[in-house]
């Protein structure tokens, strides 16, 4: 519309010229209208070339953001395929070092497969026939047929259990107070007989402690541990494992250093594990297992002490080794404060604690009215079969603890191991 109006006033303005001078006797009517069409067409070509020239110029201008734009897609394509590589990259990295820590986990329990079969054979042959007789006839009024098992047959049992892969790991909730949610589980291994039976602690130490076995049961719970820790890495929880290691462990000179160079090459573990040690272990560790327990704690592994039976500690001591959990029967706590020689009252125990960065853990808590007293007392976590019972870990495990905000209240009473 615009380019029509502009060509009806050239004619116009190049009519009234020609006009003009034919009235003034310039030029005669016919050069006069030839002048006036000429007119006309100079203008219309000259009104052309400025509109090409503008389209042009527009057209340039189009053409160079083009290629501005093209020039930073390329750009950002390029950047893109450095952090696609990049992240590839890393992911192998990733991969082949979780392939590194796995099959160095596979070959610790490779050896200690074999070092615990050779233990075992080596002890078999040192028991004494007649011995073993004696001990058969005592036992014969046993209520349990694992009670009433001699020496050797019991280490069998455990043999079997072990190449069998009868060997579980049961989990047992720490919960804070008053919320009662979960903040750590600790570890603890059972043995199944071929029967079925569960072979508890109290049953298989009695057997492996005097033979030095406890080193290879406790690095097998350490190695499931491990595992255990890193699935729950992968759901991003913040739950630690306590994990439980025995005083002929911590003596054991030919174990030890080498638990302690396995766990320097897991040290990325050491926010997710703690390692606790019974009083007295602790107590008789003597100069060599307390310089272990403060290169432990300096790979970042905090302690706990549990099984404590007399409260005249030197907490001092036990801060500058590394310890920052304390495990207290819920019955010492209620009752027993005196009969364990506390300098302080149950109330005052977790400020005692608290100036040393130890955390006070009440255990074996059976029901509500110790919970209350528990609260009286400013007590922060606590362990028992109030708050759940020991489980196997099994897949389901790991679907329960993305769901488990709270401890049940209440669970069916039953006795402390």
């Given at each position: 519309?615009?380019?029509?109006?502009?060509?009806?006033?050239?004619?116009?303005?190049?009519?009234?010229?020609?006009?003009?001078?034919?009235?003034?006797?310039?030029?005669?009517?016919?050069?006069?209208?030839?002048?006036?069409?000429?007119?006309?067409?100079?203008?219309?070509?000259?009104?052309?070339?400025?509109?090409?020239?503008?389209?042009?110029?527009?057209?340039?201008?189009?053409?160079?953001?083009?290629?501005?734009?093209?020039?930073?897609?390329?750009?950002?394509?390029?950047?893109?395929?450095?952090?696609?590589?990049?992240?590839?990259?890393?992911?192998?990295?990733?991969?082949?070092?979780?392939?590194?820590?796995?099959?160095?986990?596979?070959?610790?329990?490779?050896?200690?497969?074999?070092?615990?079969?050779?233990?075992?054979?080596?002890?078999?042959?040192?028991?004494?026939?007649?011995?073993?007789?004696?001990?058969?006839?005592?036992?014969?009024?046993?209520?349990?047929?694992l009670d009433a098992m001699g020496q050797s047959d019991l280490l069998e049992t455990i043999r079997a259990s072990l190449e069998e892969n009868r060997v579980d790991l049961y989990l047992q909730p720490i919960v804070s107070l008053p919320q009662r949610k979960l903040r750590h589980y600790e570890a603890l291994s059972r043995l199944r007989a071929e029967d079925g039976s569960i072979i508890m602690p109290a049953q298989y130490m009695k057997v492996a402690g005097p033979v030095g076995l406890m080193s290879v049961i406790d690095n097998l719970l350490l190695f499931r541990c491990v595992q255990i820790v890193r699935r729950l890495a992968q759901k991003n929880r913040g739950v630690g494992i306590f994990c439980n290691i025995s005083g002929e462990t911590l003596a054991d000179a030919e174990f030890f250093p080498q638990f302690l160079d396995y766990m320097h090459h897991n040290r990325d573990l050491a926010a997710q594990i703690v390692f606790e040690f019974d009083q007295s272990c602790v107590l008789n560790a003597g100069q060599k297992g307390e310089e272990s327990l403060i290169y432990l704690s300096n790979l970042g592994f905090a302690l706990s002490m549990d099984h404590v039976t007399s409260l005249?500690?030197?907490?001092?001591?036990?801060?500058?080794?590394?310890?920052?959990?304390?495990?207290?029967?819920?019955?010492?706590?209620?009752?027993?404060?005196?009969?364990?020689?506390?300098?302080?009252?149950?109330?005052?125990?977790?400020?005692?604690?608290?100036?040393?960065?130890?955390?006070?853990?009440?255990?074996?808590?059976?029901?509500?009215?110790?919970?209350?007293?528990?609260?009286?007392?400013?007590?922060?976590?606590?362990?028992?079969?109030?708050?759940?019972?020991?489980?196997?870990?099994?897949?389901?495990?790991?679907r329960a603890i993305d769901k488990v905000e709270q401890a049940p209240a209440v669970v069916p009473f039953r006795k402390a191991v």
């Open positions: 519309m615009i380019n029509i109006l502009a060509f009806g006033l050239y004619a116009i303005v190049c009519a009234v010229a020609a006009l003009a001078l034919m009235v003034f006797n310039i030029i005669d009517a016919k050069i006069g209208a030839l002048f006036g069409l000429v007119g006309v067409l100079c203008a219309m070509q000259i009104h052309g070339a400025i509109l090409r020239r503008r389209t042009q110029s527009a057209t340039s201008r189009e053409i160079a953001e083009l290629k501005r734009a093209g020039t930073q897609f390329a750009k950002v394509l390029e950047e893109t395929r450095f952090k696609i590589e990049d992240a590839r990259k890393a992911a192998e990295t990733r991969a082949n070092e979780q392939s590194r820590k796995i099959v160095s986990e596979l070959q610790v329990l490779e050896s200690l497969m074999r070092e615990f079969a050779s233990r075992i054979s080596e002890k078999a042959k040192q028991v004494d026939p007649e011995e073993e007789l004696m001990e058969r006839r005592a036992q014969d009024t046993a209520r349990s047929y005249a500690l030197d907490f001092d001591r036990l801060k500058s080794l590394g310890f920052r959990y304390l495990k207290v029967r819920a019955e010492t706590l209620t009752s027993g404060m005196a009969h364990a020689q506390a300098a302080v009252a149950a109330e005052d125990l977790k400020a005692l604690l608290q100036r040393y960065g130890v955390n006070l853990i009440a255990e074996r808590v059976e029901d509500e009215k110790a919970v209350v007293q528990l609260l009286d007392y400013s007590v922060d976590f606590a362990q028992g079969y109030l708050f759940g019972e020991p489980r196997p870990v099994r897949e389901d495990t790991f």
